[in-house]
């Protein structure tokens, strides 16, 4: 049996995967949360030297800070879907596309940020099972966010789904447990289908990259809440 454990870092929540099997990392925060990575790490009883992958939800600054760093501590994969590649390889957020007025507010503070780039070992593909690594757990392709978003289902039926959705106001500091968007979307629609399909194959909470955990029905009735409006893509949804 797996246990997830969030590690509330400084602007995003990572997740460290433990059990009978070796720790999996799950997004690694912002630059500059290194020490609280390891006080993560400490807390769960894990040494990263140990950690047997470092998988991400997607590739930005806030979820790939530290990748380069831990993964030559650690000496282990790195995982990401191929369509963030090219963010991986920049180190940079690039220009983010927002989602509704509260995207567009933040946009400026988040648009430039740089991150150590790096490279991935392995591709991470939809279905992939993680048998290998000791989790019962499938990747599914959830692009929306970023081109290369994936969410992670464990058997247990939770999910650890990046920033398919937020939770809560001010980067996940007010009501948590409030399903809401993400500021940035490269496609809002895409990201909605893609938590259709978290919906239909999680059963249990949502775990994600702010604030959260969602519980799935309090997600189920806030997705069956959005009404497509008219406009451009990224802006057709209430936020
Ligand atoms: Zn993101």
């Given at each position: 049996m797996t246990r997830i454990h969030p590690l509330r870092l400084r602007l995003s929540n990572a997740y460290l995967l433990t059990g009978d099997h070796r720790p999996v990392l799950v997004d690694t925060g912002s630059p500059g949360d290194g020490q609280a990575l390891e006080s993560g790490c400490a807390a769960a009883g894990?040494?990263?030297?140990?950690?047997a992958l470092i998988l991400h939800t997607h590739v930005h600054s806030d979820h790939g800070g530290n990748t380069a760093e831990w993964a030559r501590r650690a000496g282990c994969p790195v995982s990401h879907h191929a369509g963030d590649r090219e963010l991986a390889a920049r180190g940079h957020n690039g220009r983010l596309r927002s989602v509704g007025l509260r995207g567009r507010l933040m946009a400026p503070f988040f648009s430039g940020a740089a991150f150590p780039s790096f490279v991935a070992d392995l591709p991470a593909t939809?279905?992939?099972?993680?048998d290998a690594f000791g989790l019962a757990a499938t990747v599914i392709y959830t692009p929306g966010?970023?081109?290369?978003s994936i969410s992670l289902v464990l058997d247990s039926g939770?999910?650890?789904?990046?920033?398919l959705l937020m939770g809560g106001h001010l980067g996940g500091r007010i009501r948590p447990g409030k399903p809401n968007f993400h500021y940035?979307?490269?496609?809002a629609a895409e990201g909605m289908r893609s938590l259709d399909r978290v919906l239909a194959t999680a059963r249990g909470w949502l775990h994600v990259g702010h604030g959260g955990p969602l519980a799935h029905a309090d997600v189920a009735r806030w997705r069956a809440g959005q009404r497509p409006q008219s406009g451009s893509s990224n802006g057709q949804f209430r936020s």
């Open positions: 894990v040494n990263p030297r140990d950690l939809d279905g992939q099972r993680l966010h970023t081109r290369g939770d999910a650890i789904v990046g920033d940035f979307a490269e496609d």
